[in-house]
T-cell receptor, first 113, second 113 residues
Framework: SQQGEEDPQALSIQEGENATMNCSYK?????LQWYRQNSGRGLVHLIL?????REKHSGRLRVTLDTSKKSSSLLITASRAADTASYFC?????????????FGAGTRLAVHP | ETGVTQSPTHLIKTRGQQVTLRCSSQ?????VSWYQQALGQGPQFIFQ???????GRGNFPPRFSGLQFPNYSSELNVNALELDDSALYLC????????????FGEGSWLTVV
């Protein structure tokens, strides 16, 4: 079963607007990673945020993590048509001792010129 | 470019056949894992290999098996193919231990008819 739940399932915005995607999860985690996937292709790693971190930035991306609420958000500022893709959060649980990621179903982002 | 390469890109198999998918991990990465992504869903963890040993497995039947070679490249084998095995198969590599960034390849699209 999938732990992460992304919200919204789909998001449609105009170029230049900001896009916010949310992710909730169920169990304690070691870290949370966000990925982008263009249609039918592999996953591109965006940001890793550890459980003891609250916020990370990378270029136009900002990720927050609230472990008390078991939730994370990904903000893309000044969006571009090239940002059109599916975005997934993936959690790395503490249990198992190996690098297993649990994905949600993703948010499909469409950025219109 | 993640440095993770997979082959073949696309293939079509008949129900009941067997398939082998291949993955070359990023240089220096000794851990490889495999994921199955059905259309419209997030990836699901199949299993992970570390130093040529399987050290973690998701909820997949034994007909899904794998190998990791001394150069850390890997194979995913699926026997007795079923129609529901049609999916994008993603290989991911990382350094050993939990909590590290996991890099994905472009995937292999498998269609079972």
């Amino acid at each position: 079963s999938q732990q992460g739940e992304e919200d919204p399932q789909a998001l449609s915005i105009q170029e230049g607007e900001n896009a916010t995607m949310n992710c909730s999860y169920k169990t304690s985690i070691n870290n949370l990673q966000w990925y982008r996937q263009n249609s039918g292709r592999g996953l591109v790693h965006l940001i890793l945020i550890r459980s003891n971190e609250r916020e990370k930035h990378s270029g136009r991306l900002r990720v927050t993590l609230d472990t008390s609420k078991k939730s994370s958000s990904l903000l893309i500022t000044a969006s571009r048509a090239a940002d059109t893709a599916s975005y997934f959060c993936a959690t790395a649980p503490f249990s198992g001792g190996y690098n297993k990621l649990i994905f949600g179903a993703g948010t499909r982002l469409a950025v219109h010129p | 470019e993640t440095g993770v390469t997979q082959s073949p890109t696309h293939l079509i198999k008949t129900r009941g056949q067997q398939v082998t998918l291949r993955c070359s991990s990023q240089s220096g990465h000794n851990t490889v894992s495999w994921y199955q992504q059905a259309l419209g869903q997030g990836p699901q963890f199949i299993f992970q290999y570390y130093r040529e040993e399987e050290n973690g497995r998701g909820n997949f039947p034994p007909r899904f098996s794998g190998l990791q070679f001394p150069n850390y490249s890997s194979e995913l084998n699926v026997n007795a193919l079923e129609l529901d095995d049609s999916a994008l198969y993603l290989c991911a590599s990382s350094t050993g231990g939990s909590g590290n960034t996991i890099y994905f390849g472009e995937g292999s699209w498998l269609t079972v008819v």
